[in-house]
């Protein structure tokens, strides 16, 4: 009996556990680029055009493989617009009556599967060097979810960066290493850029007739959109960047947008990468001598520690999560978030490259757009859907916690022990953004001074009944104490001028 197994656009593996339950001989595969899958938030044309070129050629290789693929293309005129229409409309060709699925990365996306008309068979999504049930176990009977703890026994797990049962060197994370300021140059070139084939082009074109509007520049394209491509990608940051990646993963530039990071989050979130396969990549270098302990470390700690960790966060937590505010923030998104024309040159500069690289790294995200936005109290529902729009590597599994957990602390310290928040002075001290910038970092109060330098002072007053008695923030709280009680309402009447001007 025929069956339809589902592959969707970030799924894009070899391995994948629907895939390894289904028969070739008399399985169905179904792939579908549809309109509610490019539209339930207005993704970036970057982001559109990835996915559905990776998608078509991962198609191709299936079908070499000897797999029956039905696939549909966005301007099929038998388009269903959705995936379970898609797969409805595909089990009356074929006489199927049940899928298999692996488990997709969106609460969204398993309630709309479930709710169908046919038997559904969901295995787990098993791309990843934690199970759910893992997490779960791990999780259960804590005060307190901190990834630390969660990254060591993955390390454990996997062997990594591990000498017995001790960690390589003797610690076990060398984030004190990993925290210089922007250098005066980047002996880099970026990222491996890749120029589009006929596939690629044909979806370009798509992508513009329909998605011209969207927020974003979609050309130039240089993303790779198969294995292949994935991984010599992978091998260019091993070899060229990621010596120094560790030094500089924190840093930030007006003349470089790319610095030393690896840009191959897209690549692992799609499929095209495997997580194993570029954390034993990384460790290979240091073996060699090629790349220094505490680089190597902190790259490994983003993907089995940081990115399992928030995957088990997210699906732990359920469907709710992403419309959590703890904080009660009700402020709309400013208008600059999809402009980038603010004096504020941080935000500019972190808001145009997000609009032509559909891209920017963790700092940029969390200490720029995310703090001003944690500061001015945006509802973090818009903060989450706008990274979820914006970004080519962002899906909700991995998205959602990082923005509604660390982010913008909207649920409530599951993640975070206290807001990520800061003044103007840390952007100062990591970037060069603050020299060219209309506002003088070094004011704290007047016309010029840095809106972050009052926003910080105005979030930590408005919620000092809950703050004041964390530890981590009892001796900010003894400053702001000590103030004296005129400028502490200078910078509170300035800072509530500033927010009146956001609307």
């Not at 970026?190 to 589009?196: A, D, E, I, K, L």
């Not at 329909?210 to 993303?223: Q, Y």
């Not at 944690?374 to 818009?382: F, K, S, T, V």
């Amino acid at each position: 009996m025929t069956r339809l197994v589902l592959v969707l656009g970030d799924q894009l593996t070899d391995t994948l556990s629907a895939l390894k339950a289904a028969d070739k001989l008399t399985d169905v595969v179904v792939m579908a680029e549809v309109a509610e899958e490019a539209t339930y938030v207005q993704h970036h044309p970057k982001k559109i055009a990835f996915i559905f070129a990776a998608m078509r050629k991962f198609a191709a290789r299936l079908r070499e493989d000897g797999w029956d693929v039905r696939y549909t293309q966005l301007d099929d005129t038998e388009n269903a617009g959705s995936i379970p229409a898609e797969l409805l409309r595909r089990a009356e060709d074929t006489g199927a009556s049940e899928v298999i699925a692996a488990q997709p990365g969106e609460w969204r996306l398993i309630e709309a599967l479930e709710d169908m008309p046919l038997k559904l068979t969901m295995r787990p999504d098993t791309r990843f060097v934690s199970t759910q049930e893992e997490f779960d176990a791990w999780a259960k009977g804590r005060k307190a979810l901190r990834m630390e703890y969660f990254y060591r026994d993955m390390r454990r797990k996997t062997g990594l960066l591990m000498d017995g049962d001790d960690p390589e060197g003797g610690k076990w994370n060398y984030d004190s290493e990993n925290r210089k300021p922007a250098p005066d140059d980047i002996a880099f070139s970026g990222p491996m850029q890749f120029t589009p084939d006929d596939t690629v082009e044909e979806v370009l074109d798509l992508v513009e007739a329909r998605f011209g509007n969207s927020f974003g520049t979609l050309r130039p394209f240089w993303f790779a959109t198969d294995q292949g491509q994935a991984r010599r990608a992978l091998a260019h940051f091993i070899t060229y960047a990621l010596p120094r990646f560790g030094d500089f993963q924190d840093a930030m530039m007006n003349d470089n947008r790319f610095l030393y990071h690896a840009l191959i989050s897209p690549y692992l979130n799609v499929g095209l990468l495997d997580p194993m396969e570029v954390c034993k990549a990384a460790e290979e270098a240091y073996k060699d001598g090629h790349a220094p302990l505490n680089a190597v470390e902190g790259f490994i700690r983003q993907i089995i520690g940081w990115r399992e960790y928030v995957r088990g966060i997210y699906f732990r937590e359920g469907p709710d999560y992403p419309r959590r505010n703890a904080l009660n923030h009700q402020r709309k998104l400013p208008e600059f978030f999809w402009t980038g024309e603010t004096e504020m040159n941080c935000l500019s500069k972190a808001i145009t490259q997000t609009a032509e690289e559909a891209y920017a790294h963790h700092i940029q995200r969390l200490m720029v757009t995310g703090n001003f936005a944690l500061l001015a109290g945006i509802n973090p529902h818009e903060v989450h859907e706008w990274y979820l729009r914006v970004y080519i590597d962002a899906f909700e599994w991995v998205e959602a916690p990082n923005t509604i957990g660390m982010s913008q602390f909207a649920d409530g310290g599951i993640i975070a022990s206290k807001p990520y928040v800061s003044s103007g002075a840390y952007i100062n001290r990591m970037s060069d953004y603050c020299k060219s910038c209309r506002y003088k970092v070094n004011d704290k109060t007047g016309e010029d001074a840095c809106p972050f330098n009052l926003l910080y002072w105005h979030f930590l007053d408005r919620h000092a009944d809950r703050f004041s008695g964390n530890n981590r923030m009892s001796q900010i709280y003894a400053n702001w104490k000590r103030m004296e009680e005129d400028r502490k309402q200078t910078i509170l009447s300035e800072a509530e001028a500033f927010l009146d001007g956001l609307s």
